[in-house]
Nanobody
Framework: VQLQASGGGLVQPGGSLRLSCAAS??????MAWYRQAPGKQRELVAS???????NYADSVKGRFTVSRDNAKNSIYLQMYNLKTDDTAVYYC?????????WGQGTLVTVST
């Protein structure tokens, strides 16, 4: 399976971005967005089950919304009120992740 994340970019604090992740085939397990900031370990940011049940890291609750479109083999991450601490490379994968499925990720930079 190939997972292609996109939608990152440079945004000012308080701004918004929407990330997309397209899978090369249907995935019917729980999907998630992960991120890795410079010098830090990769962390799970938000997850969504095949039925649409979501879960979020405390640091993003109320600011990020994860969704999925099973017909398009895609998941999304809508990010609001971005903070400098959100700067990271964002990846999508399953929960638990499959090591060989990590893609290149998409870089989100929150800066003035």
């Amino acid at each position: 399976v190939q997972l292609q994340a996109s939608g990152g970019g440079l945004v000012q604090p308080g701004g918004s971005l929407r990330l997309s992740c397209a899978a090369s085939r249907g995935i019917f397990s729980t999907m998630a967005w992960y991120r890795q900031a410079p010098g830090k370990q990769r962390e799970l940011v938000a997850s969504i089950t095949s039925g649409g049940i979501t879960n979020y890291a405390d640091s993003v609750k109320g600011r990020f919304t994860v969704s999925r479109d099973n017909a398009k083999n895609s998941i999304y991450l809508q990010m609001y009120n971005l903070k400098t601490d959100d700067t990271a490379v964002y990846y999508c994968n399953t929960v638990p992740f499959v090591r060989n499925w990590w893609g290149q990720g998409t870089l989100v930079t929150v800066s003035t």
